[in-house]
Structures are given as structure tokens and as C-alpha cells.
């Protein structure tokens, strides 16, 4: 329609994006594995794993130590009791979040959250780094009935938002393809959990290693959306 303003919306991932939360995933992990005797697994294996849900994180755990994929639905309730009982303890923040976050509160932006992760420590990991307030929607993977990269996801965010058009921005493939699906521009944070050995090999309108630039390139992918 001409002439009328577009509503535009920032949408993040959570896991990789706004949160290095490895760490405390690795530890649910451990934890699960200890309580049945079955080994371990390290930092750099689990944080490869992160990315597609918890179900999904699960059954690679069990790929990963050699067990049988009929333990599957014990283990992903043993995981989600360490996971949600410690979320945030050893997560941290990525350097210079809250200080864009505050910035696109400032210019007026609408900002939502659509994440794998469980809504339930999704909201709580806001909550406890004090983040919550920024959020108008916080869709987690188990809020619909699908998960990323199926864009129905990043679409209610959009929509909750009451937002006609959204910048995403997010660290792996699964939200590049996400944010295509759902006519998205994409802004690729390349500290996060990438799979991809080439930057390059990921779809992306932009990309950014330090949150004090996002404000910038997220001013100029928002210019392009109509
Ligand atoms: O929990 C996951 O596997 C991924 O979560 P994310 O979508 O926030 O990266």
C-alpha cells in the first residue's frame, strides 16, 4: 500500500545468537549421561549438536555414545530436568547484547525471540540475564507444532509483533534457511554454532562477529524491506 509506514521487527535466535549457553546444555548432558553409567560427552561435541531442538540434540547424544535410540524419551525427560532446573548458570551473554538490545529498544523497534530451545528456559534464560523486557514474543520449539527451519516459526513472531516485515538475525543454517522460507533479511552472527567451515557457504544478507555493529546493519537490511 502506498504511502502507509511498515511496521518492521527484529527477530533473534537465542541459542548462539544472544547466549553462548553450550556450557550449561553440555553440563544437562553430562548429568543425564551420568545418572545411567553411560560416559560423557565434551563442550565442542555437545555445542555441535546444538541447533535443530532438544529431541533432536538427544538423539544425536545417543548416536554419539553408541546407545539405543529406544532410551530416547527417558533421556530427553532426564535432560529437560537437569536443563530446566539450571539454565543459566554457566551461559553468558555474547559481549555488547544488552547494549544493542537497548539501542533498538531506543529507535523504537519491535523485538522478538524464535528459538529450538524450549519455551519454558528460553523465557527463564531471558528473565535471569534481565533481557525479558525487550521481548514482545518469545515462540520456542516447543510453542507450535514445527521447529526451525520451518518458517511458521519466525512468522508468529512476526505476526505477535503485529510487525508487516522482520530483519532476523541468527548464527547457524538452520535460521539462514528459516529466515528465507519466511521472506526474512538475514543478518549472520558468525561467533555462534555454525556448521559451515566457510562463513561463506551461508545464505546471508550480512554478517557480524561484534554486537556493536549489528545496530548499523540492521538500519540498512531494514531499508530494504517494503
Ligand atoms: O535448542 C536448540 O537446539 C537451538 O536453539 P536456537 O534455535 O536458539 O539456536
Request: proline content about 4%.
Given at each position: 500500500?502506498?504511502?502507509r509506514?511498515v511496521?518492521?521487527?527484529?527477530?533473534?535466535d537465542?541459542?548462539?545468537?544472544?547466549?553462548?549457553?553450550a556450557?550449561d546444555?553440555?553440563?544437562a548432558?553430562?548429568?543425564?549421561?551420568a545418572?545411567t553409567?553411560?560416559?560423557e560427552?565434551?563442550?565442542?561435541?555437545?555445542?555441535?549438536?546444538?541447533?535443530?531442538?532438544?529431541?533432536?540434540l538427544i538423539?544425536?547424544?545417543i548416536e554419539?555414545?553408541?546407545?539405543?535410540?529406544s532410551?530416547?524419551g527417558a533421556?530427553l525427560e532426564?535432560?529437560?530436568?537437569h536443563?530446566?532446573?539450571?539454565p543459566?548458570?554457566l551461559?553468558?551473554?555474547?559481549?555488547?547484547?544488552?547494549d544493542a538490545l537497548?539501542?533498538f529498544?531506543?529507535?523504537?523497534w519491535?523485538m522478538?525471540?524464535?528459538t529450538?530451545?524450549?519455551?519454558?528456559?528460553s523465557?527463564?534464560?531471558?528473565?535471569?540475564?534481565?533481557i525479558?523486557h525487550f521481548?514482545?514474543?518469545v515462540?520456542?520449539?516447543?510453542t507450535?507444532?514445527?521447529n526451525?527451519p520451518d518458517?511458521a516459526?519466525a512468522?508468529?513472531?512476526?505476526?505477535?509483533l503485529g510487525a508487516?516485515?522482520?530483519?532476523?538475525?541468527?548464527d547457524?543454517e538452520?535460521?539462514?534457511?528459516?529466515?528465507?522460507k519466511?521472506?526474512m533479511?538475514?543478518?549472520?552472527?558468525t561467533?555462534?554454532y555454525?556448521k559451515a567451515e566457510?562463513?561463506?557457504d551461508i545464505p546471508?544478507?550480512a554478517r557480524?562477529s561484534?554486537?556493536?555493529?549489528l545496530?548499523?546493519i540492521v538500519a540498512r537490511?531494514?531499508?530494504?524491506?517494503?
Amino acid at each position: 500500500m502506498e504511502g502507509r509506514r511498515v511496521k518492521k521487527a527484529i527477530i533473534f535466535d537465542l541459542d548462539g545468537t544472544l547466549i553462548d549457553s553450550a556450557p550449561d546444555i553440555h553440563a544437562a548432558v553430562n548429568k543425564t549421561l551420568a545418572e545411567t553409567g553411560d560416559g560423557e560427552l565434551d563442550l565442542a561435541t555437545i555445542r555441535s549438536f546444538i541447533g535443530n531442538g532438544v529431541s533432536v540434540l538427544i538423539e544425536r547424544v545417543i548416536e554419539a555414545r553408541g546407545l539405543d535410540q529406544s532410551r530416547h524419551g527417558a533421556m530427553l525427560e532426564t535432560f529437560l530436568r537437569h536443563y530446566e532446573a539450571d539454565p543459566a548458570t554457566l551461559t553468558t551473554l555474547y559481549p555488547g547484547v544488552e547494549d544493542a538490545l537497548e539501542q533498538f529498544r531506543d529507535e523504537g523497534w519491535a523485538m522478538g525471540v524464535c528459538t529450538n530451545k524450549p519455551e519454558g528456559p528460553s523465557r527463564d534464560i531471558l528473565k535471569a540475564f534481565g533481557i525479558d523486557h525487550f521481548f514482545g514474543s518469545v515462540v520456542g520449539g516447543d510453542t507450535l507444532e514445527v521447529n526451525k527451519p520451518d518458517p511458521a516459526m519466525a512468522l508468529a513472531v512476526k505476526d505477535q509483533l503485529g510487525a508487516d516485515a522482520a530483519v532476523y538475525v541468527g548464527d547457524s543454517e538452520i535460521d539462514a534457511e528459516c529466515a528465507w522460507k519466511a521472506k526474512m533479511r538475514f543478518a549472520l552472527f558468525t561467533e555462534g554454532y555454525h556448521k559451515a567451515e566457510d562463513v561463506d557457504d551461508i545464505p546471508q544478507d550480512a554478517r557480524f562477529s561484534d554486537f556493536d555493529v549489528l545496530v548499523a546493519i540492521v538500519a540498512r537490511l531494514a531499508d530494504e524491506l517494503r
